[in-house]
């Protein structure tokens, strides 16, 4: 633990004399001041253990293989530095044999002229040439066979959510019993695949054409729920908690008669009322499953509140403003969010994600919490996964996987090559050329459901 | 040396800190001493093996490099089963594995079935994200439908996007209005700070927050009949949930909540019969029995227990008077007997059946309630209640009579001034005192001409001079001052013990008219006399002044 402890402090550390580096000038107090603070815990570090490897995998850093816990008092320095790092390709830094500040600072210059070079992991490699105590490596990029058997993975666990979730329904309407056990272990497994795939979950949640809505909507809701709140820097157990509240969300609507549920037209306003009786029907099945116990207590609290908006003008009116619970907000912005993207029953036609998105931003402060929306938005990015987008090059793709470091460069997957033929390849547009331009951007954004393209087919 | 030899001493000793973990709190030496020896043990182990430990889990049985190191055929107690039984089916321990980790793992596997209700081992054992514990769990088990991912796939990729609808997508692309991106603004120290303060906010306890959600639903839904029924047994819920979390402010919230909304006038009988059940709930047998665990288990603060208790309806005095009889712990039970001298107000008669009961103790603690009620009710119940077998009841019975001021009682109290206890007697002198009716005086002063009074002790006798003193009529001066001047031939020093009785109550009395006979006897040959004249003496002349 003390070790871990150690680390996390160096990566922060190492974050602050980069982001200070960028600031003033190398030879400013405060620079060499940082520059011997971080020799120091470096040293202190390799004292005892030898050799410091610090990996970026995915949005994750692992020391000597282990991964580092998402931490809240350091988010925004892991986020620096990990954003950072993608720019200049590095996935890899190894410091050993003990540092002098000279090393430290050759390792800083190195780093700071590279963010100006049009191959970054190049300039850094040269400069480091010839130094042992630090060297860095290229990214990595997860392996297409890897990745494959982890998209099996992430779908056999998504499914698992959503055939539970029917099964949890069904059960509660007929009033059997419940096994709360199995939940946990379910979201359990997709909080852990989250924290280590969270592009591909969020992937899963993209598709929209399954035939149960409802079932699928509870689990994306609590994919959506988890991935925010891992952003937002929650344990593992807290993630837990909140993928139960959001799985559990909807449970109300076990209550509305399914000709409401499953009509085609706009509700009168008899149908509006029984609708909006759900959250307390689902404060109603939820503590009526078993003893409550500190998940249902706050399971119940979000059931009730999902539909409360941020200034209270949504459903169920309360005589009493109590401020609304951290999850209960987290879930209104996941279940808006999917809602708007699928094709429910009552409302056909489903937004492409990015109008989906500027639509949360409009309703940010009224229906939405405004902080966490701006966590949400650098969560999914500014093209979320599933919209379709034309690159300057004229080819039309579907986004793939969001980067966080460039929200607004994310993996496509091309369906179309710029003569208008079918393809299928997947590109990165972080790409660069020779003379260190993009290699593709994005100029413009298509509603994918006017085209009935099938996001299952690129997605899943 | 094998390696699984020092792996199976590993889980013997394992096995035998369970138990000991189990048995004994985390301050108790025995506790620390088993996970100091355990975390020792495993360290050694780590210095005989070459790799990390890793163990197969089977049904009944433990591998180490293929060889079994544990074995039980047994079901109950079963280290294989406990991990296998949840889906572990391997467990490994790292190098590194440090004594806070070692020790959480303990804990978590020294649970017994109780403790793990809403929890299976795999959701704690993930809970702790051990950096040096890993498992293999069989998800198997968490998949309810096997072919519920296949129908889905097939479902959803069975309408392809056709050749046409791309085409028209890339030609409308190439018209389509450019890009207006969403502006994202990065996060900075601003929202971190924010969101810090969310956090202290969302540490707060989340039931008081649903116990407003619950008084919500029954403002909105308390004249509807059918709604309520339907949200009954989750009000039910949450009450009893706050009382197991000893949180009595929250569960006093929804009984006053539940009281209001039948005070409406507007509402139905009906309506009204189903508020007033769930206040009977709140004073149930099973909730009572619950508040009853709490208050003796945790030192709960008595306000909130007895203001929960204060909302209930008469039904609860039963139970209440039956956790009475079970309660160890002395704070519980005086919270207990504060609040049924609260509802016992209400119902008597319920109350009263507490003094049938077999246990003398809550037989006792239930006259006290009646004499913290004072209630003239209860006077026939008491006195059917004087002759019980106990000592300790019969004396509280006495006193309670009195503090009732109970006349009715004085007949009965007559024999009680004869029992063998003089504790007893004293009591019931006493109470004859509190009745301070004509009849309880007369039996006073019939009982002090008894020949046998004058061979009772002096404190007695003291304790009938002083009673008599209250009255301060002018037949009890003349008695006090009668028996003051008294001379006896025989028994002289029992006689003088009267007289010194006598100087005590008149100088309780306080009349100054007094003094000049009592100086009189200031300087008796009878040390006791004397020094209860002086004492007297000094008792007027504080009052009044010296003459």
């Not at chain 1, 002098?100 to 700071?112: H, P, Q, R, S, V």
């Not at chain 2, 004594?99 to 993930?126: A, G, M, P, Q, R």
Request: proline share 3%; hydrophobic share 40%.
């Amino acid at each position: 633990m003390e070790e871990l402890r150690k680390i996390i402090e160096i990566i922060s550390n190492l974050a602050i004399l980069i982001r200070t580096s960028q600031v003033h000038d190398i030879k400013n107090v405060a620079v060499v001041n940082l520059i011997e603070k971080v020799t120091g815990l470096i040293n202190n570090f390799l004292k005892d253990e030898k050799i410091l490897q610090i990996d970026l995998v995915g949005e994750f850093f692992y020391a000597n293989d282990t991964r580092l816990k998402y931490s809240i008092e350091h988010l925004l320095n892991f986020d620096f530095l990990s954003r950072e790092l993608k720019k200049r390709n590095i996935g890899t830094v190894i410091f050993k044999n003990m540092l002098g500040t000279e090393d430290t600072k050759t390792f800083l210059k190195a780093f700071l002229s590279a963010g100006f070079s049009k191959d970054p992991l190049k300039t850094m490699l040269d400069s480091l040439k010839g130094m042992t105590s630090i060297t860095v490596d290229r990214l990595k990029r997860v392996k297409e066979d890897e990745a494959l058997d982890m998209r099996k993975v992430v779908k056999k666990t998504y499914f698992n959510a959503v055939s539970f979730s029917k099964g949890l329904m069904n059960k509660i309407k007929t009033k059997e019993a419940v096994n709360i056990k199995k939940a946990k272990r379910i979201v359990e497994s997709m909080v852990d695949l989250i924290l280590e795939e969270e592009q591909l979950f969020l992937g899963m949640t993209a598709i929209k054409d399954y035939d149960e809505y409802t079932y699928h909507h509870s689990v994306n809701v609590s994919v959506l729920s988890i991935a925010l709140g891992q952003r937002l820097g929650l344990s593992k157990k807290a993630l837990n908690e909140l993928g139960l509240a959001a799985l559990f969300h909807d449970m109300g609507k076990v209550e509305v008669p399914i000709e409401i549920l499953n009509k085609p037209t706009a509700f009168t306003e008899d149908e509006w009322l029984i609708m909006r009786k759900h959250p307390q029907w689902g404060v109603k099945a939820l503590l009526t499953l078993k003893t409550p116990d500190p998940v249902l207590v706050r399971s119940s609290i979000v059931a009730f509140e999902h539909h409360l908006h941020y200034n209270y003008s949504g459903y169920p009116k309360v005589r009493v403003r109590h401020e609304q619970d951290l999850y209960s907000r987290i879930v209104t912005i996941a279940d808006q969010y999917d809602a708007m993207t699928s094709s429910r029953v009552y409302s056909r036609v489903p937004l492409p994600p990015d109008k989906a998105l500027s639509i949360l931003i409009d309703r940010s402060g009224t229906q939405v919490d405004p902080l966490l929306l701006k966590f949400f938005i650098n969560m999914v990015g500014v093209y979320p996964i599933g919209s379709m987008v034309l690159l300057n090059t004229n080819e039309l793709g579907i986004v793939y996987q969001s980067n966080p470091a460039f929200p607004d460069r994310p993996r496509i997957r091309i369906i179309m090559d710029s003569s208008g033929r079918r393809t299928d390849t997947t590109v990165d547009l972080t790409e660069r050329d020779a003379e260190g331009r993009f290699i593709r951007s994005i100029v413009k954004t298509l509603d994918y459901t006017k085209y009935k393209i099938n996001l299952a087919e690129y997605l899943m | 040396m094998s390696e699984v030899t020092p792996i199976r001493d590993l889980l013997q000793t394992l096995l035998k800190t369970k138990k000991l973990v189990r048995m004994y709190p985390e301050n108790n030496p025995m506790y620390i001493k088993a996970i100091n020896d355990m975390y020792e043990k495993t360290v050694e182990v780590f210095q005989d093996i070459e790799n990390d430990i890793t163990l197969n889990i089977r049904q009944y049985e433990i591998l180490y490099d293929d060889k079994q190191v544990y074995y039980n055929p047994e079901k109950t107690d079963n280290l294989a089963l406990f991990f296998f039984k949840d889906g572990i089916r391997e467990l490994k321990f790292l190098r590194g594995l440090n004594k806070e980790e070692l020790e959480d793992f303990l804990k978590i596997i020294s649970l017994d079935e109780k403790e793990l209700i809403d929890d299976d081992i795999v959701t704690l054992l993930w809970e702790k994200d051990f950096q040096h514990i890993k498992y293999v769990v069989d998800e198997s088990v968490l998949t309810e439908d096997e072919d519920y991912e296949l129908r889905a796939t097939q479902q959803v990729l069975e309408e392809t996007t056709s050749p046409d609808d791309l085409l028209r997508a890339y030609r409308d692309a190439m018209d389509a209005e450019g890009v207006k991106p969403t502006q994202i603004v990065p996060l900075g120290e601003t929202d971190l700070k924010a969101l810090m303060q969310e956090f202290e906010k969302d540490s707060e306890p989340k039931l008081k927050k649903l116990v407003y959600i619950i008084s919500e639903m029954i403002y909105q839904e308390y004249n509807n009949k059918k709604e309520l029924e339907e949200i009954i047994p989750a009000i039910r819920s949450v009450l009893e949930y706050s009382i197991k979390m000893a949180d009595f402010e929250s569960a006093t919230e929804i009984l006053k909540v539940v009281k209001t909304a039948a005070e409406d006038k507007e509402i139905s009988g009906d309506i009204k019969l189903l508020l007033k059940k769930i206040v009977e709930f709140g004073g149930s047998e099973s909730v009572i029995k619950n508040i009853g665990e709490v208050i003796d288990r945790i030192e709960v603060e008595e306000g909130p227990v007895k203001e929960y208790i204060q909302q209930l309806d008469r039904n609860a005095i039963t139970p209440l008077i039956e956790i009475l009889g079970e309660l160890k712990n002395m704070r519980a039970r005086r919270v207990v007997i504060d609040s049924l001298a609260i509802l016992g107000r209400r119902d008597i008669q319920n109350l009263v059946k507490g003094l049938s009961d077999e246990r003398w103790y809550v037989v006792r603690n239930i006259v006290y309630i009646l004499r913290l009620i004072g209630d003239k009710r209860s006077v026939e119940y008491l006195l059917k209640t004087i002759r019980h077998p106990d000592m300790r009841v019969r004396r509280e019975v006495i006193k309670t009579l009195g503090e009732i001021k109970a006349p009715q009682a004085v007949s009965t109290l007559r024999d009680h001034l004869n029992d063998p206890d003089p504790q007893i007697r004293i009591a019931t002198v006493r109470a004859l005192g509190s009745i301070h009716t004509e009849a309880a005086k007369r039996l006073l002063l019939q009982r002090i001409n008894t020949k046998d009074f004058l061979h009772r002790g002096l404190e007695e006798k003291k304790e009938y001079f002083e009673v008599l003193s209250s009255w301060k009529d002018e037949e009890v001066i003349e008695f006090l001052l009668k028996t003051l001047k008294k001379n006896a031939l025989f028994n002289r020093a029992k006689n003088f013990e009267n007289r010194a009785c006598a100087a005590y109550a008149l100088g309780l009395i306080g009349s100054k008219e007094h003094l000049k006979i009592l100086k009189k006897y200031s300087d008796s040959g009878n040390p006791v006399f004397r020094d209860h004249v002086r004492n007297a003496i000094i008792r007027l002349e504080a009052s009044h002044g010296r003459t």
